[in-house]
């Protein structure tokens, strides 16, 4: 039973970009050794943060997808609890959510295809109608001219 | 003269025809309670709908900054529903993803000061 996290945190700015993919891959070694696996990873880059952070104006963002149990993450919360160029971070559930996002999807495409069926019909009707209505006006017109 | 404070005099602003349910603050009066709720309005106010609910966007990410921000006040502050008009279980979820942002400091927990 996998379930699917957010973990995005703050690295302190002033770091290498090496020290980076190290401290990063030594995350993803935590997860993949603890029986999970990385789905994908995101480095957002340098923004500026909306508050002070441990003195820090801006930070590097870096976001992981993962799949893994509740006590692995629990271990990785800990590393980065312990890690020092990681200043914030917040794990979020997601498995829930995509499974509400696929269920909406999933009606939203049965939805649609009702209403493809339909417009096939409904030209049919309508082309007949105009040309039945042109004729009649003309004789009506003709029968107006000769008893005028 | 005896009983001057039940007499309603013209600088009361709960002159003109009140709603039972009394006057909401602030000139949001929109919703269901049209003519008869906000004090003094005949018509309500040019009904807003859910922003999420006609874009039919789903998912209200902490990440996205810019859609988030449209829903903050300038200090910081979440803003009502009454005045951005969104539903209420949008709003639930895009008040969760405002605080997700501000602990991630994506946004600010107080700005401007």
Redesign the interface.
Known sequence: MQRVYEVMFIVRPDVADEDLDKLIAGLDQTVTSGGGSVRSTEKLGKRKLAYLVRKFNDGNYVLLTIEAGGSLIAELERRLRVSEPVIKFITVRMDEEDKRLAKVRAIRATKKKLSAVQPVAEPAPVAPAPPAEAPAPASTETTTQASA | MADEATTSTPARPEGRSDGPSGRPPGPGGRGPGGPGGPGGRKFFRRKKVCKFCTE?I??IS??DVRLLQGFVAERGKIVPRRLTGVCTTHQRRLTKAIK?A????????A?RF
């Open positions: 039919k789903d998912a902490y990440r997700q501000r602990n991630i400091a994506l946004l600010p927990f700005a």
